[in-house]
C-alpha cells in the first residue's frame, strides 16, 4: 500500500507540473482526487491494511492528499498569472503617452522665504543665516536684555540642558533672528546690509503663533544710515512683497536693542481692514525694527560714534498669511501636512 501510494503521488505532480492549461490541470485534477480518482480509491483500501499498520498508512495519505491538492492550487494560480500577462500584453499599446510620475513642489514658507530674500537682493542686503541653538549672550546680553527680562523665562525660551559657558551663559533655541546682530558685526565692518533667515522657537502656540517658526532679521550699518532709510526698507517691502493696494502704519514702541524703536502694522488681507478673527481691528502686526541702540552696536565692536544702522525682525508665517489674495485664518495649518491644502500652492 505505502509503494503505490507514492507511486501516484509521483505520477499526479509530474502530470499537474507539466500541464498547460485550466482545462487539463482540472482534469487531471479529477482523475487523481475525484469521487472515482485513483488516489481517491486507493484510500478506501487502507481498510484492508492489518490494523497495526494503518495508522502509519492513513497519515502517509493525508499528507499525499494534502500534497497533491497544494500542487494543484499552486500551479492553477501561475496558469491565471501566465494569463493575465499574456491579455496585458495584448493591449498594451505603445504609442499611448506615458504617465508622468506625480511631481512634488516647495512648501509654501520655501516659496515665501526665496520671494522675501529676492525682494531684498534688489536693494543690496545679503542672505546670512546663524545658529538655531544659540548662546544667551547673543539672543539676549549683547542686545540690552536684562537678567530678569521676561523673555528669558523659562515659559518664553526653550533652554538647552548643557553646562552654561562663563562668558556666553546659558544655551538656548535661539528665540529671535536677532541673536545674528552681533554675530555679523563680529564677523565684518560696516558697511553692512545682511538679511538673516532662520528657525526661530518659543513657547507659543496659538492661531497666529507655533513653537517653531521663520523670522527674517535685516540689517544695515554704515555712515549716515537714518530712520528714513529704514522707512524706506519698510514701504519698498511692503509694496513689493503685499501689493501696492495694501496699506502700512508705523508704530512708536519700544524695544531693548533700538533706539528709536516702531512697529509696522499692515491692513490685514483676510478681511480688508474691516476686523475679523485674526486682525480683531483691521491691522495686523507685520514686526518690529528701529535704529539699533549704541551698547548693541559696540557690543559688536562697531564705533557707534562714528556708524549708525537700523534693524528689523518679522515673521515669514506672518506676512505670508497677509499677503494678499491668501487667506489664512490659522498659523498652525502651515504645519498641518494637509494635502489638500498645500496642494494649492
Known sequence: ???????????????IIAAEDEQELNQIKLDFLGKSGKLTQLVKEIKNVPEERRPEIGRLANEILASVEDLVETKLNELRGRKRAAVKKQILDITLPGKKPQAGHLHLITQA????????????????????????W???????????????????????????????????????????????????????KMLNIAKCYRRQSDISHT???????????????????????????????????RKSRLRPFHFQFTEPSVEIDVSCGVCNGRGCRLCKGGWLELG??????????????????????????WGVE????MKEGLELDDLRILYSNRLDFLEQF
Not at 500500500?1 to 502530470?15: F, P, Q, V
Not at 552696536?297 to 537700523?310: A, C, I, M, Q
Open 211 to 245: 513653537q517653531m517658526f521663520h523670522q527674517f532679521e535685516g540689517m544695515a550699518i554704515g555712515d549716515g544710515v537714518s530712520i528714513a532709510d529704514l522707512k524706506g526698507t519698510f514701504d519698498f517691502f511692503v509694496h513689493s512683497y503685499f501689493g501696492k493696494n
Open 318 to 321: 506672518r506676512v505670508l498669511m
Open 113 to 136: 522665504i526665496e520671494e522675501i530674500s529676492e525682494i531684498f537682493e534688489h536693494i543690496g542686503f545679503t542672505r546670512v543665516r546663524y545658529p538655531e541653538v544659540e548662546w544667551d
Open 1 to 15: 500500500m505505502e509503494h503505490e501510494l507514492l507511486k501516484i503521488k509521483n505520477d499526479a505532480s509530474s502530470l
Open 138 to 192: 547673543y539672543a539676549f546680553g549683547s542686545l540690552n536684555f536684562s537678567e530678569n527680562h521676561p523673555a528669558r523665562d523659562d515659559w518664553e525660551t526653550f533652554f538647552i540642558d548643557a553646562e552654561p559657558d562663563p562668558r556666553m551663559g546659558p544655551m538656548i533655541l535661539t528665540p529671535h533672528t536677532s541673536s545674528g546682530q552681533v554675530r555679523e558685526m563680529e564677523r565684518r565692518k560696516p558697511p553692512i
Open 288 to 313: 518690529g525694527g528701529g535704529m539699533i541702540h549704541p551698547e548693541v552696536l559696540r557690543n559688536g565692536g562697531v564705533d557707534p560714534k562714528k556708524y549708525s544702522g537700523f534693524a528689523f525682525g
